[in-house]
């Protein structure tokens, strides 16, 4: 069973970069990882998803090491709105946790 | 519109009862889940099911029932037995069981007992 870590809170400044690290050594071969957005008292949100290397979409980006047993989401230029909660996802199915997640304080 | 419903936002029921929370979706995803939210806390899973009439207990499934009998229907039933029922339930699906697929979050419940 892949466990998540991740740390528990960051701050930031509106525009600027923010990367966010989840360790999971314990990732399986065919594990995927997955991250989520939540706001207070909503459903979590997809953001990302990787395997390997590097993967980037329209809100963010996703790198993975060689090794898979971290993993980095870096949101670009952050405003306001990206207050949140991001949690990282490893496993398959009902076999995945989503742990505690990162509490992203953005301020002006 | 596709997605994913929960009924109802709000539930407040006294202890000692047992309460059915509702989950649907529309989206034909094989795979659904329960989750549990405490304040503060990330989220716990309950349930989960990949396939019709089939689910299997996740990491707190003590005082929890759950059925599916219908590929679009996983409703959850917190029982008496439930010590602390009051949290934030979050139902989501997703095409499949494997990691490779996202799962869809309904908009959740917040049961309340007293």
């Known amino acids: 069973l892949a466990k998540t870590t991740q740390p528990i809170s960051m701050d930031s400044y509106e525009g600027q970069e923010v990367n966010i690290t989840c360790s999971h050594n314990?990732?399986?071969?065919?594990?995927?990882i997955t991250w989520y957005q939540q706001f207070p008292s909503q459903g979590p949100r997809f953001i990302i998803q990787g395997y390997k290397t590097k993967v980037t979409n329209e809100v963010a980006s996703l790198f993975i090491p060689a090794d898979r047993k971290s993993s980095t989401l870096s949101l670009p230029r952050v405003s306001l709105s990206d207050t949140a909660v991001y949690y990282c996802?490893?496993?398959?199915?009902?076999?995945?946790?989503f742990g505690d997640g990162t509490t992203l304080t953005v301020k002006p | 519109d596709g997605g994913i419903t929960q009924s109802p936002k709000y539930l407040f029921r006294k202890e000692g009862q047992n309460v059915t929370l509702s989950c649907e979706q529309n989206l034909n995803h094989d795979a659904m889940y329960w989750y549990r939210q405490d304040p503060g806390q990330g989220l716990r899973l309950i349930y989960y099911?990949?396939?019709?009439?089939?689910?299997q207990k996740g990491d707190i499934a003590e005082g929890y029932s759950v059925s599916r009998e219908k590929k679009e229907s996983f409703p959850l039933t917190v029982t008496s037995a439930q010590k602390n029922p009051t949290a934030f339930y979050l139902c989501a699906s997703s095409p499949g069981g494997r990691s490779l697929y996202e799962q869809y979050f309904g908009p959740g419940t917040r049961l309340t007992v007293t």
């Open positions: 996802l490893v496993g398959e199915g009902g076999k995945s946790t």
């Open positions: 099911s990949q396939i019709v009439n089939d689910f």
């Open positions: 314990n990732i399986a071969t065919n594990d995927y």
